[in-house]
């Protein structure tokens, strides 16, 4: 740390103006921008300390001669990433951000950074591999370029909640300690809960289907845990769970329903994140209605076709997809009526062909799996029937089983993932990137 430059407390400080709103308007005014410094240049007799906020950057301009010795002096011993404040007056400077910069009068530090970070913040890119970056994912998500990300990743949240709203949708928040497996399988993370063992939640699939029995129209955004030990880069533990239900539909009414939201989102993006498209330089996925629907049989037999050993039955991964030459499936499209033995317990077997498929599909973009939706079954003879099939005990189901004795709507839905949206819409290729602190197979901190 030099001699001048001291760290203080805030005291009597407030910030009156964000980086967005400094401009050559502000005239003779002073006033008081904080931040931390993105960059410093030393000119000699010239300081350039770039600071950043929550709205983007300002620059701030020591000039020997120009403000005090001491001043001038603190300027030099300023360090990247060290959180500032500063009074000053406002002038034009055409090369600066927004085509003004502040001249400073007083400067402030709140905290002065100790050590240099070990990757860039500024730039689109980063040399280092992510593993580097998300130790110290507080600072990594200081890069501009993860700013805009999260800055979309905002908008696509409130632009899901409004367009539910408008819709008649009421939010809610179901437990994510739950007592039994809400799909079966083993992808459980087990926890102590009190005297007895219980679960992570997988989603709120059984939640959201007795809510629809009161409000009819119900979504969540929340956490949803796999304990899938996967590595890759679509894959994580804890992910984000955009999940829709709504009563009297079957899966056709919520795959129209889903298409108008991700073409919502897709507008609302272009209208309020245009900085962060252009400093992306991002062109939004093309969306149009309807989204291309293709059966299940249907793709069997193409990728039959193009040499894929696969039978029907067997689940499409993202690799045999890639085989797949059809330059409709590089955007969204539905995969649909798939086989009833490969969803779960609840989606509901189809009138024909013996219940050998069923009313569900998948939202892919690509090759990548958005969202999986169907209808649900609504009678409790059924449910049991196809959980035993699938080798469940139906006792252990029994707070879910009972509620169908007191008339359960016929009801249909969808899970959508936040990240894997996020990877389509911004091309983001690890989906680490687009969740501020990742769990997988290999982190648990920070």
Known sequence: MGE??????????????????????????????????????????????????????LQITAKKGECSDSLFQMAKEVKEHSSIGV????????????????????????????????????????????????????VDLRRNYLGSIFRIRQTVLNSVREFLARQKFIEVNTPKMIATATEGGAALFPIFYYDREAYLAQSPQLYKEQLTMAFESVFEIGPIFRAEPSRTNRHLSEAISIDVERAFSDYNDVMALLERMIVNIVDTIKERNQDDLKYLELQLPAVSLPFPKYTYS????????????????????????????????????????????????????????????????????????MSSGSTRINRKDQLVERMTKQGLKPAAFDYHLRVFDYGVPPHAGFGLGLERLMMALTKVENIRDATLYPRDIDRLAP
Not at 32 to 47: E, F, K, T
Not at 110 to 120: D, E, I, M, R
Not at 325 to 336: H, K, N, S, V, W
């Open 87 to 138: 009074r000053g007056k406002v002038r034009p400077q055409e090369k600066a951000p927004n085509g003004a910069e502040i001249v400073p009068v007083e400067l402030k530090a709140f905290s002065v950074a100790k050590k240099a970070a070990p990757f860039l913040v500024q730039g689109k890119t980063s040399p280092v591999g992510i593993d580097t970056r998300l130790d110290l994912r507080a």
């Open 4 to 57: 001048l430059l001291e760290e203080q407390d805030l005291g009597h400080w407030r910030r009156t103006h964000y980086s967005s709103e400094i401009s050559p308007s502000i005239g003779d005014n002073e006033v008081v921008v904080m931040g931390w410094v993105a960059s410093v240049r030393d000119h000699g007799n010239i300081q350039f300390i770039i600071l950043k906020d929550m709205h983007g950057e």
């Open 298 to 369: 249907d793709l069997i037999d193409k990728l039959q076709e193009a040499g894929e050993r696969i039978q029907w039955g067997d689940d499409i991964s993202p690799q045999v997809m890639k085989s797949l030459q059809d330059e409709r499936l590089g955007g969204f499209y539905f995969i649909i009526d798939w086989p009833t033995s490969t969803k779960p317990f609840y989606v509901k077997p189809g009138a024909a062909d013996n219940g050998r498929v069923c009313e569900s599909f998948d939202l892919m973009f690509g090759s990548l799996e």
